[in-house]
């Protein structure tokens, strides 16, 4: 199985910008469903941006202001996150699975995490 690794998370103001990356290893970017899914302190993991072939699909909550995009060549996976809100504060996880819906929470593989925090 292969390895998933992210980075890019931090600490902003609201209103600001981050810009998450995934890389994969042993793993085909073009050829899994990619997906970030996040979870906040007490909360429930919830995806936030998924991609599959040529198809994106975003949570409501960031829709307009989140993009997911990925590089094949470097089996890498991005989140340019964009007008960060407060309540956009999570671990950032990636993860990948030969299937996924907007929904999903479970994956065969998932990345260690990063830490986006956004403060007002």
């Known amino acids: 199985q292969g390895q998933l690794e992210e980075s890019g998370g931090g600490s902003v103001q609201a209103g600001g910008s981050l810009r998450l990356s995934c890389v994969a290893s042993?793993?085909?970017?073009?050829?899994?469903?990619m997906a970030w899914v996040r979870q906040a302190p007490g909360k429930e993991r919830e995806g936030v941006a998924l991609?599959?072939?040529?198809?994106?699909i975003y949570r409501d909550s960031v829709k307009g202001r989140f993009t997911i995009s990925k590089d094949n060549a470097k089996n890498t996976l991005y989140l340019q996150m964009n007008s960060l809100k407060p309540e956009d504060t999570a671990v950032y996880y990636c993860?990948?699975?030969?299937?996924?819906?907007?929904?999903?929470?479970?994956?065969?593989?998932w990345g260690q995490g990063t830490q986006v925090t956004v403060s007002s």
């Open positions: 042993g793993y085909t970017v073009r050829r899994d469903c």
């Open positions: 991609i599959y072939g040529g198809i994106t």
């Open positions: 993860a990948a699975d030969s299937t996924c819906w907007i929904n999903k929470r479970e994956y065969n593989s």
